[in-house]
Structure formats: C-alpha cells, structure tokens
C-alpha cells in the first residue's frame, strides 16, 4: 500500500463500494449504516477507533462483519440471521437489519473486542479457477511434478485445488468425480488450455494463523468471513470442506518468511517444479515478512536449473481487478498471466501457451 493511511470511516466507505461492486447489497447496507453510525460517535467508533494504524490495509471493516456473522452462524444472533441468506434468513432490503446488528455490538461487546483484533481468515475457493489455470500452464512448460508450498493459506483449501473440477467448456482438469465443479462461465473468452496432465507430488501450507477445518471453530471461521448474501460461495466452501475431510493437509503455524527461509534453504525441490503460491495475501503481510518472502524465492530461484524450476505464482490486488503473476528461474522473468475478479470469476486468460 501507498500513500497516506486511510481512516478508519473511509475504509469502511471503501468496503461498501467494494461490496456494492461485487455482489452483496446487504453488507453494502450494513456498511452504509455503520459509517452513519461512526459518524454519529456510536458504538462503531468506540469499537474500531485505535484498533489499527492500517485499517485499509488490516481489512477492519471485514473483521468487523465477520464477528457479527461468526454469531450468527452459531446461533447466538437470532434476530441479525434472520437477515442472512447464510443463515437460513433473508433481507427485504430494509434498514432493520443495521439496527439488529448494532444491537448485537452493544450486547456482545467483548465478542466483537476481540474479535476485530484478530486477522482477516479466509481461503475463497473461487480462486481456485485462476490458480488451477497457472498450475496446468506451469506443468505444460515444465513437464515436471509439481512441489507446491502455498503460505497465508488459512485453512489450506486452495492448496487442495487438483481435487477440484475445472471445465472451461474446451479443455478440463482436475478430479472428475469432484463435487466441486468450477464449469466455463468462470473465463472469459480465449480461456486458458486446462489439457494435459499435472501431478502435484508434494502439498506443503502455512498461516500465521491456521485454520482447523475439521473442527467446528475452524469451520465457523472459514464460514464467517463469507458475505451472507452469497450463497454461491458458501456452497463451494461447504464442498471444498468435504474435499478438505477426504484428503488431508497440515497447515504449518508460522511467519510466511521464516517459513519459507526453511522450506527453501536447499533450493528447488530436485527434478520437480517447485511452486511457491498465494492468493489475496501480500497485502496482509508486514513488511519484513514480504522481504524476508521475497528474499527466500529469489535465493532459491539463483539454485534452480531447467531440470529443476523454481516458480513464484500469486494472484493479488491491481486495481479494479486481480493480476495472476507468474515469476520462473532460471531467469527470473515476471509474466501476468490472467486478469480476475476478486472472488475469482471473470478470468481473462493472457498468457500464450509454450
């Protein structure tokens, strides 16, 4: 991020446009009365104000939704989820439902204390798709097996992409008994090829903050960061969970730098492509973790050879839309490969197959 810091109020203006944008009224609704609400000094200011130099860049507003919908999703917040699609309600677009959920920040206070302290925890399947693509391309190019390392990973979903079905209406990969099934309105015209195989050897994750998601904490965490009118997507996450039971991942707790310092002190895996990959994390990241990320690819990739590639893929913010960056070594030279919505629809696929 550059610039000067946003506020508080306008990172929540911000959010609401965002959410405006890409689907969901209701916390575009919701949004609108909070800023209201903290323009008036209300319980919204006393809550946020002090939580964060960075409240863009932290995602405050995010964390703040997602405690009220975390109560919801446990029952503890009848009269909010019966706005929340997610929670078997519905909204009629009245401003009701910004009176229930201030009514639940002042009788839940301690809940919503803590809970805007904690960091933004979601692993949106929807990204599969974009990164599905970059893997198919990187296993096209390399003909190796791929040993993938994925870090800000949550709950390790993504890293569980091949279990997933990909079907651009051309060409497909992944499991095809999968009951998660990503079909062609995910791309835009010319997608990607999804043809030939890809066999990931090796799965390795982390997250400062891991997410359990065979436990019913963890699955409320993942559950709570997503927006409770769209439906679409807690029904990918309820079939990526049931993906995550049949097909386990150890999610490591650790600094995304110090761990990858590690993971990579020896170079490239030896006749695999060794893949280090995120989505939507970088902003999240202190600076001295992005370095010491950085820094850890970059040395490893002075150790790669054809026989054995390095590659850094990550798709994060640009603007209006998501960049899918793909850096490779020997070389080190940078391509994006897809421009993508933030939740992973709409790929627009610009990498020419080699």
Same mark, same amino acid.
């Given at each position: 991020?550059?610039?000067?810091?946003?506020?508080?109020?306008?990172?929540?203006?911000?959010?609401?446009?965002?959410?405006?944008?890409?689907?969901?009224?209701?916390?575009?609704? %919701?949004?609108?009365?909070?800023?209201?609400?903290?323009?008036?000094?209300?319980?919204?200011?006393?809550?946020?104000?002090?939580?964060?130099?960075?409240?863009?860049?932290?995602?405050?507003?995010?964390?703040?939704?997602?405690?009220?919908?975390?109560?919801?999703?446990?029952?503890?917040?009848?009269?909010?989820?019966?706005?929340? $699609?997610?929670?078997?309600?519905? &909204?009629?677009?009245? *401003?009701?439902?910004?009176?229930?959920?201030?009514?639940?920040?002042?009788?839940?206070?301690?809940?919503?204390?803590?809970?805007?302290?904690?960091?933004?925890?979601?692993? !949106?399947?929807?990204?599969?798709?974009?990164?599905?693509?970059?893997?198919?391309?990187? *296993?096209?190019?390399?003909?190796?097996?791929?040993?993938? #390392?994925?870090?800000?990973?949550?709950?390790?979903?993504?890293?569980?992409?091949?279990?997933?079905?990909?079907?651009?209406?051309?060409?497909?990969?992944?499991? $095809?008994?999968?009951?998660?099934?990503?079909?062609?309105? &995910? &791309?835009? !015209?010319?997608?990607?090829?999804?043809?030939?195989?890809?066999? %990931?050897?090796? @799965?390795?994750?982390?997250?400062?903050?891991?997410?359990?998601?065979?436990? %019913?904490?963890?699955?409320?965490?993942?559950?709570?960061?997503?927006?409770?009118?769209?439906?679409? @997507?807690?029904?990918? #996450?309820?079939?990526?969970?049931?993906?995550?039971?049949?097909? $386990?991942?150890?999610v490591e707790r650790s600094d995304a730098g110090d761990w990858l310092n590690h993971r990579l002190h020896h170079g490239p895996t030896p006749g695999h492509a060794t893949v280090v990959f995120h989505s939507i994390v970088w902003q999240y990241l202190p600076a001295a973790t992005r370095y010491q990320v950085r820094r850890a690819i970059t040395n490893a990739g002075k150790r790669a050879t054809v026989d054995s590639p390095m590659l850094w893929l990550r798709m994060e913010p640009a603007g209006v839309h998501a960049d899918l960056q793909l850096t490779? &070594? $020997?070389?080190?030279?940078? !391509?994006?490969?897809?421009? %993508?919505?933030?939740?992973?629809?709409?790929?627009?696929?610009?990498?020419?197959?080699?």
């Amino acid at each position: 991020m550059s610039g000067e810091p946003v506020s508080v109020r306008e990172s929540l203006v911000r959010q609401a446009q965002s959410c405006r944008s890409i689907g969901s009224p209701l916390y575009a609704s %919701v949004l609108s009365g909070l800023i209201d609400n903290y323009d008036r000094g209300g319980v919204t200011a006393a809550l946020l104000d002090g939580v964060s130099s960075q409240p863009q860049h932290d995602a405050l507003p995010l964390r703040y939704l997602a405690c009220a919908h975390r109560l919801a999703l446990a029952g503890r917040a009848a009269q909010l989820a019966r706005h929340f $699609p997610s929670c078997g309600g519905s &909204w009629d677009g009245s *401003a009701a439902v910004i009176d229930d959920f201030l009514t639940l920040v002042t009788s839940e206070h301690n809940e919503f204390h803590d809970g805007v302290r904690r960091n933004v925890q979601t692993n !949106e399947v929807g990204r599969a798709a974009v990164l599905a693509s970059g893997f198919v391309e990187i *296993a096209r190019r390399h003909r190796r097996p791929i040993d993938q #390392l994925e870090i800000g990973s949550a709950a390790g979903l993504l890293s569980r992409w091949d279990h997933f079905r990909f079907n651009t209406g051309s060409s497909q990969t992944g499991d $095809p008994a999968s009951p998660l099934v990503f079909g062609p309105a &995910w &791309w835009q !015209e010319s997608p990607a090829d999804l043809g030939g195989s890809v066999v %990931v050897a090796r @799965r390795r994750a982390s997250d400062i903050m891991p997410i359990d998601i065979a436990t %019913v904490d963890g699955r409320l965490t993942s559950m709570s960061f997503v927006w409770p009118d769209q439906t679409a @997507r807690f029904e990918r #996450l309820a079939a990526a969970i049931e993906i995550a039971s049949q097909h $386990p991942v150890e999610v490591e707790r650790s600094d995304a730098g110090d761990w990858l310092n590690h993971r990579l002190h020896h170079g490239p895996t030896p006749g695999h492509a060794t893949v280090v990959f995120h989505s939507i994390v970088w902003q999240y990241l202190p600076a001295a973790t992005r370095y010491q990320v950085r820094r850890a690819i970059t040395n490893a990739g002075k150790r790669a050879t054809v026989d054995s590639p390095m590659l850094w893929l990550r798709m994060e913010p640009a603007g209006v839309h998501a960049d899918l960056q793909l850096t490779t &070594w $020997p070389g080190g030279e940078n !391509e994006v490969l897809a421009h %993508v919505g933030y939740h992973g629809a709409d790929i627009r696929w610009l990498a020419a197959s080699r």
